[in-house]
């Protein structure tokens, strides 16, 4: 063979003249003869195997020339060829390849035919890839969601596709590098193939599962070439470049990735291609279409796949974090979670890798704070991954969690959710006791800390200072010692000296031989050598028998020096106390290492409970935060929030139960998604409980939800109904179970607390809702254990028992059929009338919200319960006035009364008075609830029953007729009805007005008794009674409109002028009441209503709002200015009144332009300089109001209104507040050429700063983001301002600039200067009372500023008064009273709208 084969760059390349023995194609066969030319090399293959590629590659390459132009089958046959021959060749070639004899001839025929069958089948390949792609593109699903099939190509097109993959694999495995001189394989041979794998990877369906088979093969077969054709450097650019354009490429190359590292050892790849990525500028990656996504998601998936092999390459990384794409800087962050989670964690780490973690945890804590809140929350997540992987060193826990709870202030959603679920995390894995609170662990902390101290005092004093040993201490005085030995042997015969050694003598003839021993061995610790060398020679001639000084026998500097060296240093035998003086023992040194040990433990476990304490509070925090997301509008949050409080209650926090209780009212939320979160929480907290039998599951059930509502509110217990009322009808296997264990609770057989035994009896009732069996078998065992002999022990077991029987009523389960009820004999009234007259000669303060309970069920429950209250009240007053006989007998059997009368005060008890006037409002607030319910209902009912009977009765014939006159029939059986329920409606009005407080009636008897307390308060000043009467006298006035309209001026003295709280809080719900009873005769009253807004006890306040949102909102009160008090307790200093005001606007803006409407008035009052209002309360309230104007129509209008104000305003703070106003409102252009036009309102006010400068900060808003136009009219118009502000400031230090500057001073003496004159108004008097409307002498009606007017003083009363003439003066004088000037007409809104 005398040619060789080049791999061309193009295929067009192999028609051209080549070089010198280059392989150029001869003969290019034309598409209506290829198959033909296919057959042949079908043969020829069969004949001489993949050699067969020397001769018929022309008709190979032809298919590929003529690739647009043939049939799909000539394609697919040319490709099955094509793969016979490179599966051939892999399977012949390995001989080849291991044989030693192989001519220069045979090796490049095979080099030439490997060549060429890979260069076909490569583009082959390229070309059915080509066309499959734009055939999917053809046959896409259009509107039906159906393909349609237009040929079978693209559809077998993957199978085939994964056997070529195969056959190219097997043939690249084998060793074919010898094949080419010196083993350099061509780089347009590795191109080729490299080439078709990335054409194969640009399918946007090579990441689908499906294609899985075909994406292996591509992988492998790169591996491939990575290993064996040096396709390294290439592999990594060409990987860059294809993420950069397909973004769906990031999984595909994370797993090639790790499979190229793993499977082929080629690791050099990720820090290649690492490196690449690192080197993409922050400008680069900030352009659009520079595949950031992709390489985030890239290095996120390699980050979780192979995070050990990101460590050498993760500075290259870490520089992206300072860069602006937020995108990457999330993928470093994930990264760096990863490597944390799998590779930086445990207790083995050498410093090195210690190192590394701490630093990595330092970066992500860093961008816990990022300005972008995607990165935040993903950091958050990445966080919270580590929790879950225990990763995270418990010395890193407080400061986390700490960042933790503040990310729960984020403002992304995003970010609150992420910071949730971290701490949820934090809890289900913490190292600590979450069940202990921080103030259980505040005591054990502080003993703990004082042991320690007391420990470190102790070691501190024990300590010894540092002792040098005899031997050192010896050998350092020796030589001065010799010498002064040497000195006193030589000067023996000295009188100084003998007179000294008589003094030592006598000294030492004192003590015995060991003393002296001790003596001398102290003076030479204290370096007196002279006075030790002098006793020494002494003692031999005291003691000459001692052993200690034997060796003395022959003086001399030697035996002098070994004697003193014996003391000193000691021995074993000899002298042991010395030694034991100056060495310590082992023992005190195995006691210092106990007690080092013993402190270390110590340090440790303070350190522990400061720990505890930190993270103790930490999720109190977090609980108390994150219950106050509850509420939140944003559906996601609530979510999280009410996961986070099942979380916390699974692990039994301490403080878990308060957003368990907190999120119970959300089972009424309108979001289904909120609701089903919160049903589906309790159920799994409450209603699946564990045990290993049913007896254990209901007692862990019972008790889960007594411990719920131990202490809970009504409206806690009502939201809990439905829950439980769900548990109990869906026939749980546990449910007799359940109820069983609560009736054992309740009757005593199991041993509980009081507060458990009324929740079990409440639960009871629950249950009786659904199946009402379980209440009335048993109502005798209710009636005996809490309404019999021991009811006035526990009137809150009692209270709670009647709430459950009352759930067996027709009232609560709202039963249509004939009522139910028991008759008077019946054993439960029994007990309750006896009860309620026996207790109310008691001072239990249970027995009033126990009577409430009780004389509903006998309205609810009992036939004619008029009489049996009627009978009740006969009773209970029998034994008062029998209470009164005693007290007077006992009065006068002790001769202590005095002349005259005593008072009716100091005659009865005030405690039992109260009772029973509180039980006569009962009495008549029930008894007009069964006319208008029960009774009318019953009349009704039978209306219906008489009229189905005499439809019946009628026979065929005058059906026929009335199907013939079905129209007009129906027509007047409406007019028919309507009219007998007017009839019933009017008989009952009659009743209530004419018959419930007639002569003959009890009720009659108490009501002048109400009148004469509530009228008196100086003279029956005691506060329970005073309550009940009030509370009394309001239900009396329920009873008719005649009670009602004598009674209002009362009712409404002791609102305003009552100095008991709870009386105002009382009076104003009970004038609620009435007002939407009697519309018509309390509508004069409503400013005395809003003036208790203004009330100096924050309760009243709250009832106020409370009640006046519920009143505005139903359409019970009309909305007018006095709503401005309302604006004002929005910045109460009680966060849940200002709540409450901030939820009645919320309210308001839902009705169409209600709040447009009011805020003329509400600016005009709140502006009043008489309320002084500070400027910064007033910016606080506007900016809230101002928010609900979005409109721009109401916008211009109210900048038109708020312009004219100023012509009517006389004060310069009115000034500023009307700028202030402006400045706050979403100006558009609209409302700025509206702003333009009233230039003259207020051109003459812009000297004050004021108003200069609001006006100013309008301008500055309209220049953001506006177009060049609109921008230049807001120039010109800053710039008037500017000079006209300018102007007035030089007046005012030179006037005579107005005569060098006519021109300007011309335009603006067109304004007036002053303000015309205000017309009528009234002012505010005080605070506390609303300020009434203002009368308009301009355009805009609503916007006068009121007039001062002389006010009339009120009498001023005192409820201490003692004199009888005094007392008159506590109502209100009939000049006082407001008449009725417009009648409230029960209308619905629309229609009064429409009028």
Known sequence: MSWDFFVPVCVGDLVKSGGINQYVVQDVVPPKQLQSYLNRFKAALRSQGPLCILEHFDTAYSVLQHSHSVDMSVKEDTLELLVQVVNSLATSLPALLLSTSVSAAERKEK?????????????????????????????????????????????????ERERVLQALVQLLQLDIRSLWNLSLVEEEFTSCVTCCCYKLLENPTISHVKTKPTRDGIIHLLGVLLKKYNHLLGASVKVIQLLQHFEQLSSVFAQALCVWSTEYGMRAIIGEVIREIGQKSSEELAREGSGVKAF????????????????????VLITHLEGESHTMRVAVCEVLGEILVRVLCGDGLDESGKADRDRFFDTLQEHLHDTHSHVRARVLQVYTRIVNSKALPLCRYSEVMGLAVGRLMDKSVNAVKSAIQLLAAFIAHNPYSCKLSSTDLKKPLEKEMAKLKE???????????????????????????????????EHSGDAARKQQQEYEEEEAVQDDDRATAVKIAQYLRVNKYRNAVRLCVKAHSCFPESEIFAALSTLSPETLMNTMSLLFKGSDKDAPEPSHNLSPTPCKEGNKEEEDAELKKQEMLVQYLRDTETFALQVERAISVINSMLYWKTTSVVQEAVQFCVTVCEFSVANSLSGVRKMLPLVWSADAAIKDAVVQAYRHLYLNPKGDTTRMKAQTLVDSLSELMVDASLGTIQCLE???????????????SVVQVLWERFTGKTETSALYKRAAVLLLGMAARGEREVVLSNLDTLCSVALGEKVTEDFLLARDTIITICNITDHVRQSRGAPFRLPQEHQLFTCLTQAIAEGAMMEDPHWQ????????????????????????LQRTTRLLLDQIAESEQVNKDGEQIQEGSQEFGQQVNCVCLAQLLALCGSVAFWQVSHLERSVSTELRRRRGETEEREEKEKGPSTKAKQTANDSTIEEDLGLVGASAEDTEAELIRKICETELLAEENLLCAFLPLLVKVCSSPGRYSHPQLTTAACLALSQYMMISPTVCEENARLMFTVLERSTLPVVRANAIIALGDLTVRFPNILEPWTQNLYARLSDEVPSVRQTAVTVLTQLVLKDVLKVKGQVSEVAVLLIDPQPHIASLALNFFNELATKDNAIYNLLPDIISRLSDPERGMSSDDFNT??????????????????????????????TERQWCDLAISLSLLSMCERGFKRLQECWECYSDKLTEPGVYQPLLAITAKLRRGAKIQFKTQVDEFEKRLTAVHTRGLENVESPEMDEEN????????????HAPLPGRGR?????????????SCGSDNSFVTPQKTRKSKKPVITFSSDSEEDEEDAVLMESETPKVTTPIARTPRRARLRN
Request: with cysteine; net charge positive; glycine share 6%.
């Open 111 to 159: 080099l030439n035919a490997v060549k060429m069958s890979v260069f076909l089948l490569c583009k082959m390949t390229e070309c059915l890839e080509s066309d499959s792609y734009r055939q999917s593109i053809i046959t896409a699903p259009g509107k039906s969601g159906k393909k349609t099939k237009t040929g079978e190509g693209p559809l077998q097109w993957d199978s």
């Open 296 to 315: 985030a998601a890239f290095l996120s998936e390699l980050g979780a796949l192979l995070p050990e092999l990101l460590i050498p390459n993760i500075s």
């Open 455 to 489: 420990m470190k005092d102790k070691q501190k004093g024990d300590t010894p200072v540092a002792v040098i040993k005899a031997s050192e201490l010896w050998a350092a005085m020796e030589p001065e010692l010799h010498v002064t030995v040497q000195k006193e042997l």
């Open 722 to 736: 439905e829950i439980v009322q769900e548990f109990f009808g869906s026939g749980s296997s546990l449910e007799s």
């Open 849 to 872: 919200s126990f009577v409430e309970q009780a004389v509903r069920l006998i309205y609810f429950l009992a036939e004619s319960p008029d009489q049996l209250c009627s009978r009740l």
């Open 1181 to 1210: 309230i506007m900016k809230q109001l101002f928010s609900y104007i979005t409109k721009e129509r109401q916008t211009e209008s109210l900048v038109e209104k708020l312009c004219q104000r100023f012509r009517t305003a006389r």
């Open 1302 to 1313: 006519p021109k300007v001073a011309g335009s603006s003496d067109k304004t007036p200067r």
């Open 1323 to 1335: 002012a505010r008097s005080k605070r506390g009372q609303s300020k009434p409307s203002v009368a």
